[in-house]
């Protein structure tokens, strides 16, 4: 009898845990079905696949969905995030485990106390951030707390970044995932942080211009600006006592001052529509944040708007853009400012077919251990191979395929609403992971943490 797993969404995060699940099927004896709106973009050596079903599924269809949920043994959403408790719900009642690689929502959660009373696991955050950073934390944590010791310092960031030899442009960036949470990043509120035993909070505004810089063997220094709420995860990861808990979204060093430009203009505002968006230029849609002027033209309002010189290297990051052409045309009606700068740079920042993608992820671990002071640096690097198969792709889908044959081998077993965040989960995910080339190097350097006798902070 073979086992089916039912994968509802087949976006671009995909690729490598379809190939997953259909290099496993002969031994482990599995049945792929992958649900999709639109089935027609699945690579053909997928489609072909003796071991897999296509399904053409409207995610509102109710009997539709719920009669694929039922067929299955488990069930992958890799669907948007707002539909997961949509499939979620169907699971509970049909008696089906589920994995997402997404954040636990509020309604997931709500959910918690009647997957337990089935016994059914819903794994959610088991891709790379969340996910691979929860799993590679954990395991390093755990260690240190096995041996006596008491965690002081946690700090973690992550980038998904284009790999050096396809990194084309001023930016040093181009899009690995999905470009509108690029855009919107930071937004919705005051990121939110301890540091050396202080409260931190960056309003939006702010946020670019704080970065922190780290050093990755090999491939050079990197800066990372804070993510919105650092303290989410410090009762989960057990560190309500840590003096510094800070996580972060790494870029090349540079990005942020130039991205900075943007939040300052107020080309990332998604809050509001601009009317005549169909059919304006790159330069009318630049102008519609600067103060009108008889004389001066476009470029030269936005410099001293922003008081940049036409030597800085910003000015050549906008000018790369396109961002004066009368003759670039915005497509979307009704936009707002943030969708609108989305699609310009959509049209710069999409991977070419031979790109090659980048993930970088480093953590700090800061403790006490037999009363002395101690700091250990992990960091991993993952490079893509095209713009089908990216490192983003491998580093979300792969955890998610490895964490769903766990649950179907009863390698897992603890019921509930859940992060990867015990050792059932991590140990195997992050063993097996090595073989696919996602391998975190560790360091001890000297600690760099909060000095209780001193006065600063």
Same mark, same amino acid.
């Given at each position: ?22 290099? %496993?099927?002969?031994?482990? @004896? ?21 071991? =897999? ?37 169907? =699971? ?31 794994? @959610? ?28 310092? !946690? ?50 505004? $702010?946020? !670019?211009?704080?970065?922190? !810089? ?7 220094? !990197? ?101 004066? @052409? ?37 953590? $700090? ?28 792709? $491998? ?14 081998? $009863? ?11 015990? %050792? ?34």
């Amino acid at each position: 009898m073979k086992r089916k797993i039912l994968v509802v969404g087949a976006g671009k995060s995909t690729s490598y845990m379809l190939d997953y699940f259909l290099e %496993k099927s002969e031994s482990e @004896n599995l049945q792929i079905t992958i649900a999709d709106l639109n089935t027609k973009d699945i690579p053909g050596h997928i489609k072909e696949h003796p071991a =897999c079903t296509l399904l053409t599924l409207d995610i509102n269809a109710t009997a539709d969905r719920q009669s694929a949920v039922s067929g299955a043994d488990i069930v992958v959403s890799m669907l948007p995030a707002r539909f997961h408790a949509i499939i979620a719900k169907d =699971c509970l009642l049909l008696k089906k485990n589920l994995v997402t690689a997404s954040y636990v929502s509020d309604e997931m959660r709500a959910m918690n106390e009647e997957v337990k009373k089935a016994g059914l696991i819903f794994m @959610n955050e088991i891709g790379l951030d969340p996910g691979i950073d929860h799993m590679s934390a954990m395991q390093i944590i755990d260690r240190i707390r096995d041996k006596g010791g008491k965690m002081l310092l !946690f700090e973690s960031f992550t980038g998904g970044l284009v790999a050096p030899e396809s990194d084309s442009n001023l930016w040093n960036y181009k899009f690995t995932w999905n470009p509108r949470n690029v855009v919107v990043a930071g937004q919705g509120g005051a990121a939110k942080f301890i540091q050396e035993g202080t409260y931190k909070y960056i309003p939006y505004h $702010k946020l !670019f211009r704080r970065t922190e !810089f780290m050093e990755i063997k090999g491939y050079g220094t !990197f800066e990372a600006y804070a993510n919105r709420d650092s303290l989410n995860y410090r009762e989960a990861y057990g560190l309500e006592n840590a003096l510094t808990l800070y996580r972060g979204t790494m870029r090349r060093v540079g990005f942020s001052k130039a991205w900075n430009m943007f939040v300052q203009l107020g080309m990332t505002d998604d809050s509001y529509v601009v009317e005549n968006s169909e059919g304006m230029s790159y330069r009318e849609f630049t102008n519609l944040f600067l103060p009108y002027s008889p004389t001066d033209s476009v470029e030269l309002k936005l410099r001293h708007y922003l008081k940049i010189d036409q030597d800085d290297s910003t000015w050549s990051k906008l000018l790369e853009l396109d961002l004066f @052409n009368p003759k670039k045309i915005i497509s979307i009606t009704k936009a707002t400012p943030a969708q609108m700068l989305q699609e310009i740079l959509e049209a710069q920042w999409t991977l070419a077919e031979d790109d090659k993608d980048m993930i970088v992820m480093y953590h $700090k671990f800061g403790y006490l251990l037999n009363g002395k002071k101690e700091q250990i640096d992990a960091n991993m690097v993952v490079l893509g191979e095209n713009r089908t198969h990216t490192a983003m792709a $491998k580093t979300v889908g792969l955890p998610v395929a490895m964490a769903t044959l766990l649950i179907l081998n $009863k390698k897992i077993n603890t019921p509930g609403v859940q992060i990867p965040i015990r %050792k059932e989960v991590y140990e195997p995910v992050l063993k097996e992971l090595i073989s696919y080339d996602v391998i975190f190097e560790e360091y001890k350097v000297p600690y760099l943490g909060y000095n209780p006798d001193s006065v600063a902070g």
